[in-house]
């Protein structure tokens, strides 16, 4: 059998109301590096709850994905950026840091691992760039603490949430859904050329049976 994420349509749903949970707060949390010092550990939300509209709150979260640096130029200047995805028991966001975040949290954010996270900004998610499933994302700044938590039994790993094969047909083209089935068919890794932007894409086609007579590729 065969998971994955494939791009047709997201659904988002309305943010459930805050539900923190209290954790022991100390002193001697460090700002701009990770640690396993708690010192920054306060009061915990779950990502589902986070808005823009908040000041003041720490996520309790699992990498479940890190991009490498990307480098970028245009007619302000230049730099460099790096994405991580994150994940707890209510949902999902991605986190952005760019240039001097680069520096500082790049090589010690490891994915897999889970991290208590506070002091970042929450803007609008650019659903153009992102499968991830919140109409938020998470931007890394100056006063970003990013701490190393050892107690990990509460975070999941992977959530999904799979949309049948016989159901693309009623998605809107250009969006996500999670899919299973087995793949009858493997392609070729092909090289495109993107319309818009003239970008070097790769590609490669699956053909996927779900057991029930529905096929997709």
Same mark, same amino acid.
């Given at each position: 059998?065969?998971?994955?994420?494939?791009?047709?349509?997201?659904?988002?749903?309305?943010?459930?109301?805050?539900?923190?949970?209290?954790?022991?707060?100390?002193?001697?949390?460090?700002?701009?590096?990770?640690?396993?010092?708690?010192?920054?550990?306060?009061?915990?939300?779950?990502?589902?709850?986070?808005?823009?509209?908040?000041?003041?709150?720490?996520?309790?979260?699992?990498?479940?994905?890190?991009? $490498?640096?990307?480098?970028?130029?245009?007619?302000?200047?230049?730099?460099?950026?790096?994405?991580?995805?994150?994940?707890?028991?209510?949902?999902?966001?991605? /986190?952005?840091?760019?240039?001097?975040?680069? $520096?500082?949290?790049?090589?010690?954010?490891?994915?897999?691992?889970?991290?208590?996270?506070?002091?970042?900004?929450?803007?609008?998610?650019?659903?153009?760039?992102?499968?991830?499933?919140?109409?938020?994302?998470?931007?890394?700044?100056?006063?970003?603490?990013?701490?190393?938590?050892? $107690?990990?039994?509460?975070?999941?790993?992977?959530?999904?949430?799979?949309?049948?094969?016989?159901?693309?047909?009623? /998605?809107?083209?250009?969006?996500?859904?999670?899919?299973?089935?087995?793949?009858?068919?493997?392609?070729?890794?092909?090289?495109?050329?993107?319309?818009?932007?003239?970008?070097?894409?790769?590609?490669? $086609?699956?053909?996927?049976?779900?057991?029930?007579?529905?096929?997709?590729?």
């Amino acid at each position: 059998w065969y998971q994955r994420r494939v791009r047709v349509r997201e659904v988002m749903t309305a943010k459930p109301a805050p539900t923190p949970v209290v954790r022991p707060t100390t002193t001697g949390g460090m700002t701009g590096t990770v640690t396993s010092n708690p010192g920054a550990v306060g009061t915990v939300y779950p990502i589902a709850s986070l808005n823009p509209y908040q000041n003041r709150w720490t996520i309790k979260a699992r990498v479940t994905k890190k991009s $490498d640096v990307r480098t970028w130029s245009n007619a302000k200047g230049e730099g460099k950026l790096f994405s991580i995805e994150l994940m707890d028991e209510s949902g999902e966001i991605r /986190c952005t840091g760019f240039t001097e975040s680069v $520096d500082r949290f790049f090589h010690l954010i490891e994915q897999d691992k889970v991290y208590y996270i506070s002091k970042c900004s929450l803007k609008t998610a650019n659903k153009q760039y992102t499968a991830i499933k919140n109409d938020y994302e998470m931007t890394m700044g100056s006063d970003t603490v990013i701490v190393k938590c050892d $107690d990990v039994s509460d975070v999941p790993k992977q959530k999904l949430n799979y949309t049948s094969i016989g159901d693309l047909e009623s /998605c809107e083209n250009g969006s996500f859904v999670d899919v299973i089935g087995v793949a009858t068919q493997i392609g070729d890794v092909q090289s495109i050329t993107a319309r818009a932007s003239g970008k070097q894409l790769t590609k490669r $086609d699956l053909k996927t049976w779900t057991g029930v007579g529905r096929r997709c590729r």
